[in-house]
T-cell receptor, first 112, second 115 residues
Framework: QKEVEQNSGPLSVPEGAIASLNCTYS??????FFWYRQYSGKSPELIMF????GDKEDGRFTAQLNKASQYVSLLIRDSQPSDSATYLC????????????FGSGTRLSIRP | DAGVIQSPRHEVTEMGQEVTLRCKPI?????LFWYRQTMMRGLELLIY????????DSGMPEDRFSAKMPNASFSTLKIQPSEPRDSAVYFC?????????????FGSGTQLSVL
């Protein structure tokens, strides 16, 4: 089982709708969770991080964490064409170490 | 700050040749990571350093790969001999210490093609 799993997509969402991206992780001791966005041909950039169970909101983005279910999600409200990118879920699988493991990413396409 | 700097941006080489990728992390960052990205395998962690010391190299594919960090401002990833299956984008990333500083800053990557 991969440490971090995501549906590869592509996920197609109409402009203005809510895009929902999901991620599961295998290490129950994981403490830190991240969402990175990667445009085609570019490097990943951090858009959200979350440490505690529940929701964390930043503008149009909401990260949700459920440690009991080992599940992380990212919601993008009022989706814009500029949100079209690959979204990478990342996890620090061990709070005593510092490595960050990435999922394979979900390709999101916002259709006008 | 100029961010994480990688060179070269593109490298085309023939099978069996030695390849050296270079990275300059952000000044003051204590951690440096090397990742490899392919369509099939996604973004894989190869190795990471803390204060110039390799901490976890379990992701290094095989003995053909080696990485060094001789000082806080420079790291190399070497592949010798290179093979076509090594073709990928190689990213270097750095971050500062502390739990609230876990944000990774990525370089622009090196697109490696082994013919």
């Amino acid at each position: 089982q991969k440490e971090v799993e995501q549906n590869s997509g592509p996920l197609s969402v109409p402009e203005g709708a809510i895009a929902s991206l999901n991620c599961t992780y295998s290490d129950r001791g994981s403490q830190s969770f991240f969402w990175y966005r990667q445009y085609s041909g570019k490097s990943p950039e951090l858009i959200m991080f979350i440490y505690s169970n529940g929701d964390k909101e930043d503008g149009r983005f909401t990260a949700q964490l459920n440690k009991a279910s080992q599940y992380v999600s990212l919601l993008i409200r009022d989706s814009q064409p500029s949100d079209s990118a690959t979204y990478l879920c990342a996890v620090n699988p061990n709070s005593s170490a510092s490595k960050i493991i990435f999922g394979s990413g979900t390709r999101l396409s916002i259709r006008p | 700050d100029a961010g994480v700097i990688q060179s070269p941006r593109h490298e085309v080489t023939e099978m069996g040749q030695e390849v050296t990728l270079r990275c300059k992390p952000i000044s003051g960052h204590d951690y440096l990571f090397w990742y490899r990205q392919t369509m099939m395998r996604g973004l894989e962690l190869l190795i990471y350093f803390n204060n110039n010391v390799p901490i976890d190299d379990s992701g290094m594919p095989e003995d053909r790969f080696s990485a060094k960090m001789p000082n806080a401002s420079f790291s190399t990833l070497k592949i010798q001999p290179s093979e076509p299956r090594d073709s990928a984008v190689y990213f270097c990333a750095s971050r500062a210490s502390g739990r609230l500083s876990e944000k990774l800053f990525f370089g622009s990557g090196t697109q490696l093609s082994v013919l």
